[in-house]
């Protein structure tokens, strides 16, 4: 082993090669079966269930040594569970990491789908808490999974009408649910919904890996991906007033970030690389700090 | 049957399995996902005949203690089944309704309508059907169309044996049962998940 390969005495991306055929496997299924989850025998992982395990596992399976990894939690390359997913491949798996999402071959992501679109030579891996879309209406795995079988989805409608019954329109924001290729009912992970009209005739393919939950599923890329609303009720994403403070965008998925106890606030692109490649290109927001040069 | 006892008699695996086995399945999962589309397979291998060094390569990637293999008349040599037990440890079985990969020579006759297709509420628990062919071209006669395809995609993939298509359209019929296809030729794979339909279109 060279002193720029994997970390010495580790498997070539951690899991064992056993571990990884059965989680390859699982994946060609789940991408034979767009949107059905498939079980497989999750892995502890040298961090806590929650952290993005299952994410870690798809992507410990997937890599190769030449490729070049980003990871971003809620859209940020620079928190701590991105840094840490990314120094463990970078250690186990001597691969290239990367920030910019144009650079990178493999994505991982918790809750966030990049603004720039992706391309078909790039994968999409999610870290996902809870895959089962219909847990919070029916708790029994076996009614669940019965429910996927007959597309009984008609409760899933039921729980979005409740929405707009009591609050005058659908008040899900994350996690809201999709159909994917007209069958089965998906939880795209806790993403805004912002970012579901991403997921429809994706270029990249998406891979979805649930730890705790022991579940794989994952979309084709060019898959029809709806979001399940009705006709006099369409589905919309969240838009903003405000533009990012840093660089002026008026079209990403925007943070709102408390600034003092006065009511000072900032809104700014969630996306870190998006907002950074921005002002590299001269964009400015009205509080960079700067003059507004090339502000939209 | 006999089993080659002397680890000379055994064609070389991976040189360095977990990196060869994961170009392999990167190669796989692409084909897998984008249905039609021609792959590469990268590596070395030397297998016995008539497994091409591919067919050998996507075999030993998915493969192991967990999987039953059933092997066509064609495949069942004492050479193939001494280099299988050994890379991959994998059971090998005579029922191809207890298959999770069946592998055939393009023109013989494949068990299709035998192989298991899942269960309504477990259709992941359904057979992959690996067949080795001559020619496998991502320009032909038979149009593809269905998730992982843009619009539609062609593909030409011979020799197969007769009423190949109209058995693989049965056993995807009722989807989300069904079987999934992988073809390999000496060096490149395709596959047809249950999703794609095909129709062939001369010229």
Redesign the interface.
């Known amino acids: 082993m060279t002193a720029t390969g994997p970390l010495p005495g580790y498997n070539f991306a951690y899991l064992n090669e056993q571990t990884k055929r059965m989680i390859r496997r699982a994946l060609l299924k789940a991408v034979a079966i767009p949107g059905y989850q498939v079980p497989f025998a999750s892995r502890e992982m040298p961090m806590p269930y929650g952290w993005g395990t299952g994410g870690m596992q798809v992507t410990a399976s997937i890599l190769m040594p030449d490729d070049t990894l980003k990871v971003i939690d809620q859209g940020a390359d620079d928190t701590t569970n991105a840094v840490s997913i990314r120094n463990f491949f970078a250690k186990t798996a001597a691969v290239e990491t990367t920030t910019a999402t144009a650079q990178a071959s493999v994505i991982q992501t918790r809750h966030r789908i990049p603004e720039e679109p992706l391309r078909e030579d790039q994968i999409l891996v999610y870290q996902v808490p809870i895959p089962e879309p219909l847990r919070f209406l029916e708790p029994r795995e076996t009614e669940t999974r019965k429910m996927h079988a007959l597309s009984e989805y008609g409760l899933m409608h039921v729980k979005l009408y409740e929405d707009i019954a009591r609050y005058g329109h659908i008040a899900t924001t994350y996690a809201y649910p999709v159909e994917v290729d007209g069958r089965y009912v998906m939880d795209p992970s806790p993403t805004p919904k912002f970012d579901n009209p991403k997921m429809d005739d994706c270029a990249a393919l998406q891979l979805f890996g649930a730890g705790r939950e022991k579940r794989i599923y994952a979309i084709p890329p060019y898959t029809k991906v709806i979001s399940l609303d009705f006709d006099d009720y369409p589905f919309e994403v969240q838009t903003w007033e405000e533009a990012c403070g840093l660089c002026g965008a008026r079209d990403s998925y925007l943070d709102e970030v408390i600034l003092d106890d006065r009511g000072g606030r900032l809104f700014c692109c969630s996306d870190t690389d998006f907002c950074e490649k921005r002002r590299a290109m001269g964009y400015r927001g009205a509080m960079s700090g700067e003059p507004q040069e090339a502000a939209e | 049957m006999s089993i080659a006892t002397h680890s000379a008699d055994i064609a070389a695996g991976f040189a360095d399995?977990?990196?060869d086995?994961?170009?392999v399945?990167?190669a796989?999962?692409d084909a897998?996902?984008?249905p039609g589309k021609v792959v590469p397979v990268p590596g070395d291998l030397d297998p016995p005949a008539p497994m091409t060094p591919a067919l050998a390569a996507v075999v030993l990637?998915?493969?192991?203690?967990?999987?039953q293999l059933w092997l066509s008349p064609e495949f069942a040599t004492d050479e193939v089944l001494a280099f299988l037990r050994f890379h991959t440890g994998a059971s090998l079985v005579d029922d191809p309704a207890d298959a999770?990969f069946a592998i055939s020579l393009g023109r013989e006759k494949a068990p299709i309508a035998d192989l298991p297709r899942g269960?309504?509420?477990?259709?992941?628990r359904?057979a992959?059907l690996i067949v080795q062919v001559e020619t496998l071209d991502d320009d032909g006669p038979l149009r593809l169309t269905g998730?992982?395809?843009?619009q539609e995609s062609r593909l030409d993939v011979a020799p197969l044996p007769e009423g190949f298509w109209q058995a693989r359209a049965d056993a995807v019929g009722d989807?989300?049962l069904?079987i999934?296809v992988i073809f390999a030729s000496r060096t490149h794979v395709a596959a047809l998940?249950?999703?794609t339909k095909v129709s062939e279109r001369r010229g």
Request: aromatic content about 10%; hydrophobic content about 30%; cysteine-free.
């Open positions: 399995p977990p990196v086995s994961a170009q399945f990167r796989v999962i897998m996902s984008r990637t998915l493969a192991d203690f967990d999987t999770a269960t309504p509420a477990y259709p992941d359904s992959t998730p992982g395809i843009r989807f989300p069904g999934d998940p249950r999703t």
